[in-house]
């Protein structure tokens, strides 16, 4: 065997074993000196170099940068998780025929498109989901993420918040419970403006909390502007906080029949 191969493929089993024992400080140190080894390859993106190691080449390096996704999730970093994922992406979409399919691949994919909503960057959801082939949709964890971003779109929010429980993969969790709390926020938004208070129970059912302890740590964590006594929530402190903004109607009119004067010249 290549020795650079041997030497890439003796440090990703300690990066494994790492990883194994959730020792991600060590995981990212060996990461790094990894992709360092990997530059080395010349079948790699974007080369692509015909070379009598491709094949192990090219198998090695996505699934490096499939742990180093994973890796991503697992330390909460989302800022690696996209350097890391489009450092993939070229395995998943250049390599046909070259290299066997990866099972971690729609797993990761659907990862991705649950990152991208969870960031509310809807536009880039459908760009990607547009560039999958059809009978991705029939995918479990692309399906998740497509009825997910449905979900959102239509004010489901009660399926988003109960999609938790059904994850395809258990590193969606982490998104999830991110998700999870966009929900409740746009929520404790939208209950705030319509409502003076509401009850301990109707607040709990609203934002879908099992106790009275979670109201009362979201309120204190997200919300301390809301007031709870008596049994109930008051939002109208919060509504005394906010600043009043008047529409200046005179200056808008003053405006606009100018706009049309300055028109009828022109015509």
């Known amino acids: 065997m290549d020795p650079q191969m041997v ?19 060590s995981c990212n140190n060996l990461l790094s000196q990894l992709k360092v080894l990997l530059t080395k390859f010349p079948s790699l993106p974007p080369t692509f170099q015909i070379t009598s190691n491709a094949v192990q080449e090219l198998t090695i390096a996505r699934e ?20 890391d994922f489009f450092q993939l992406k070229p395995y998943y979409t250049d390599t046909c025929g070259m290299i066997p399919p990866s099972l971690q691949e729609y797993p990761i994919l659907g990862l991705n498109l649950l990152r991208l909503l969870v ?21 479990p964890c692309i399906k998740h993420a497509v ?22 993969h258990d590193t969606y969790v982490y998104f999830m419970d991110l998700l999870a709390k966009t929900v409740r926020d746009e929520i404790a938004g939208c209950s705030e403006k319509a409502y003076d208070y509401l009850s301990i129970n109707d607040a709990k059912k609203i934002l879908m909390f099992s106790s009275d302890q979670e109201l009362s740590d979201y309120v204190s964590e997200e919300h301390p ?43």
Request: aromatic residues 10%.
């Open 147 to 168: 009825e997910l971003e449905q979900s959102f779109m239509e004010g489901a929010y009660n399926r988003v918040l109960s999609a938790r429980q059904s994850v395809p």
């Open 64 to 83: 490096i940068y499939e742990h180093a996704v994973v890796l991503s999730v697992k330390t909460e970093d989302q800022d690696a998780f996209e350097r």
């Open 7 to 25: 030497e890439v493929t003796q440090l990703f089993e300690r990066f494994k074993a790492a990883f194994v024992r959730k020792d991600f400080g």
């Open 119 to 139: 960031q509310n960057r809807i536009a880039e959801f459908h760009t990607e989901l547009e560039l999958l082939p059809q009978n991705a949709l029939e995918n």
């Open 225 to 267: 502007e809301w007031e709870i006594k008596d049994g109930c929530v008051f939002f109208q402190k919060a509504k005394e906080s906010q600043p009043c903004k008047e529409i200046p109607a005179l200056q808008l009119i003053n405006q606009t029949l100018s706009y049309a004067r300055e028109l009828e010249r022109i015509v």
